[in-house]
């Protein structure tokens, strides 16, 4: 199999999130490489003050996650058989970290938390490998309310027929809770 070449680069960390109803989401924190970023972060800054904020963050809203909102933002979360489809994108915000583009943003899913544990895997991928996705692992995991018991660890994707389409050095997220 090949694979195109990456035009954008991203450091990313993912949080699966829970509230006392359950699993609500995968809370995003992507760092861009330099080029992308400053490009992007340059055309969003209309007033060029070098910050970002009403129309000009809805305007980098749109411009980066708008064209990827039919693939769930690269979010994939597997439950069962079946993924999941997100519900939106929520608590969006932009900002220049040393000429990276930094943003954070919660992509909404919903698994009700039962007595029974319930298993999901999240993926923050791009299958294209148009941008190169590199999560950071180590500093992902699963942010829970006190009545949910929640257990995560990652690893890769082998075994996962699902998840055949992307790389095989992409890693997944692997969680399990309950109340």
Do not use: C
Not at 20 to 36: A, C, L, P, R
Not at 109 to 118: E, G, L, N, R, T
Not at 133 to 147: F, H, I, L, R, Y
């Amino acid at each position: 199999m090949s694979w195109a070449h990456p035009h954008v680069f991203a450091d990313v960390t993912v949080q699966a999130v829970f509230d006392e109803t359950g699993f609500i989401g995968v809370q995003n924190h992507w760092e861009y490489d330099e080029i992308y970023g400053t490009s992007m972060f340059a055309a969003a800054d209309a007033n060029g003050d070098g910050l970002l904020s009403g129309k000009e963050l809805e305007s980098l809203k749109n411009a980066v996650l708008a064209p990827l909102a039919g693939q769930n933002y690269y979010n994939y979360v597997l439950s069962g058989t079946k993924f999941l489809k997100t519900t939106g994108v929520e608590n969006f915000q932009a900002k220049n970290k040393d000429g990276r583009l930094v943003l954070d943003y919660l992509v909404r899913f919903s698994i009700p938390v039962s007595k029974d544990y319930q298993f999901f895997v999240v993926v923050v991928a791009d299958p294209t490998f148009y941008i190169s996705v590199t999560t950071d692992m180590e500093n992902s995991g699963a942010k829970a309310p006190d009545g949910i018991e929640v257990e995560y660890y990652d690893d890769n994707l082998e075994g996962l027929t699902l998840m055949k389409s992307f790389r095989s050095d992409v890693e997944g997220l692997y969680v399990r809770f309950k109340k």
